[in-house]
């Protein structure tokens, strides 16, 4: 499977932006990048997906790099209930199952 | 989105037990569940991927005569923990999808197995 890098942790500032980095040089054509957030004691939820284009939803942005080998998860406004891990999951055309790396723990603060 | 339900949210069980969680897609038919074990501070690790109507496929390292899973319904995959221990402590979350790797996955709220 392609591995995806992010930084172990980050800080934000409430109601600001916040891109969250992930480096996945080894990603191949037909790699989706997908995000995932997990809020403490419950299960991942999604936040969005993309595959070459830029990706924009209620919830965050994805800009994907040209290239492909990365990508930034944008929350355009940062809230306390953001406060989560994120993380940047590589699904190939032979993954049937999602496999976690350690993500980036998003502390907010007021 | 949809909806993944898993049922209980925690247990308490005694060392030797068994305990069952279920694991129910309420809106959609998933012929794919996926059970993960978490472990404090740490990822999701992947345990096993359920198919409806055959046999798990497990992860390297996981015993299947230990953490028993039947998926029986295009909805339903349960998950039994046989003869629990205290180091089969651990929040269990499973998942389901509705489709190929283009579409999004969806989780349960998760299960806290405390063996005590």
């Known amino acids: 499977d392609a591995k995806t890098t992010q930084p172990n942790s980050m800080e934000s500032n409430e109601e600001e932006p916040v891109h969250l980095p992930c480096n996945h040089s080894?990603?191949?054509?037909?790699?989706?990048i997908h995000w995932y957030r997990q809020l403490p004691s419950q299960g991942p939820e999604y936040v969005i997906h993309?595959?070459?284009s830029n990706v924009n939803n209620r919830m965050a942005s994805l800009a994907i790099a040209e290239d492909r080998k990365s990508s930034t998860l944008i929350l355009h406004r940062a809230t306390l209930r953001d406060a989560a891990v994120y993380y940047c999951i590589l699904r190939g055309v032979n993954n049937n199952d999602m496999r976690f790396g350690a993500g980036t723990r998003l502390t907010v603060k007021p | 989105g949809a909806v993944v339900s898993q049922h209980p949210s925690w247990v308490i069980c005694k060392s030797g037990t068994s305990v069952k969680i279920e694991c129910r897609s309420l809106d959609f038919q998933a012929t794919t569940m996926f059970w993960y074990r978490q472990f404090p501070k740490q990822s999701l690790m992947l345990m096993a991927t359920s198919n409806e109507g055959s046999k798990a496929t497990y992860e390297q390292g996981v015993e299947k005569d230990k953490f028993l899973i039947n998926h029986a319904s295009l909805t339903l995959s349960t998950l039994t923990v046989t003869s629990a221990h205290p180091e089969d402590s651990s929040f269990y979350i499973c998942s389901a999808r509705t489709g190929n790797r283009g579409t999004e996955a969806f989780f349960g709220q998760g299960t806290r197995l405390t063996v005590v």
């Open positions: 080894t990603i191949s054509g037909t790699d989706y």
């Open positions: 993309g595959l070459t």
